[in-house]
């Protein structure tokens, strides 16, 4: 009688260094929750633009925007899509102002979903460090 089994393989994207010290750096400037979520937010980008043949540093603002389009397709809240599309603004924010991209391809990135009458207002806000800025949600 034949049985059968089921691997398990954990995916484990590859990063370049670049990619990888920038995503470390950014994570660098925040603690607790607020780094913990970030830090999921970031996995699952990066895992969606490795599932579409993507490197971090060669997407576009369509496929930023598409990534939020496929977290609604999935049923995430308006809140969970506005506030991974914020982190990932502010990773490419990062980028820019550290020098390892040219042009954040996230500038215009419309945060929340476009199919509502009443969209979220971000603000920029000091994050405590020098220099740094990063998008809050407000009601």
């Known amino acids: 009688m034949p049985v059968s089994t089921t691997a398990v393989e954990r995916y484990q ?49 369509v496929d930023i925007e598409c990534f939020g389009r496929d977290l ?13 599309l914020c982190t990932v603004v502010g990773f490419y924010r990062y980028a820019e102002e550290e020098g390892v991209i040219e042009h954040s391809p996230a500038v215009h990135v419309a945060h929340g979903s476009t199919t509502s009458p009443t ?10 460090h020098p220099g740094r800025r990063r998008p809050v949600l407000t009601a």
């Open 72 to 84: 609604e397709d999935r049923g995430k809240a308006r809140g969970t899509v506005a506030r991974r």
């Open 13 to 61: 994207p590859v990063l370049s260094e670049v990619e990888r010290t920038t995503l470390l750096g950014f994570l660098t400037g925040y603690r607790g929750f607020t780094r913990d979520a970030y830090a999921l937010d970031l996995r699952q980008f990066t895992f969606w633009c490795w599932q579409h043949d993507r490197g971090l540093f060669d997407v576009r603002r």
């Open 119 to 128: 969209s979220p207002t971000w603000i920029a806000t000091n994050s405590g």
